[in-house]
């Protein structure tokens, strides 16, 4: 069964770091981009950061220089650090996976997926 779990979520003030793990079992990540995406409260889902087959990142404006995204391709896993968080970042944060064929216009996909895992969701406090 083709799956991503997605984890490390949770309450932290402004300023910290949490760092989100998507874990995917059932397929590997050859030829595969994985992004992460979000949900605030009251406003829809958009785009994060995605990281490519190749290694290649890219981040929207909103966490640039704050998130960074990677992965392990031996534990099947794509991780997100995210620093110097701010309130506007609380959401819920959804990992998925699709063909890398995007490449800088991923953030597109949010548009086109019916469904989404759990999520994790982060809360950003003042």
């Known amino acids: 069964e083709v799956q991503l779990v997605e984890s490390g979520g949770g309450l932290v003030q402004a300023g910290g770091s949490l760092r989100l793990s998507c874990a995917a079992s059932g397929f590997t990540f050859d030829g595969k981009a994985i992004a992460w995406f979000r949900q605030a409260p009251g406003k829809e889902r958009e785009g994060v950061s995605c990281?490519?087959?190749?290694?290649?990142?890219y981040y929207s404006d909103s966490v640039k220089g704050r998130f960074t995204i990677s992965k392990d391709n031996a534990k099947n896993t794509v991780y997100l650090q995210m620093n110097n968080l701010k309130p506007e970042d609380t959401a819920v944060y959804y990992c998925?996976?699709?063909?890398?064929?995007?490449?800088?216009?991923?953030?597109?996909?949010?548009?086109?997926?019916?469904?989404w895992g759990q999520g994790t969701l982060v809360t950003v406090s003042s």
């Open positions: 998925k996976a699709f063909p890398d064929t995007q490449g800088n216009a991923w953030y597109l996909l949010v548009h086109t997926f019916t469904t």
């Open positions: 990281i490519s087959e190749d290694g290649t990142t």
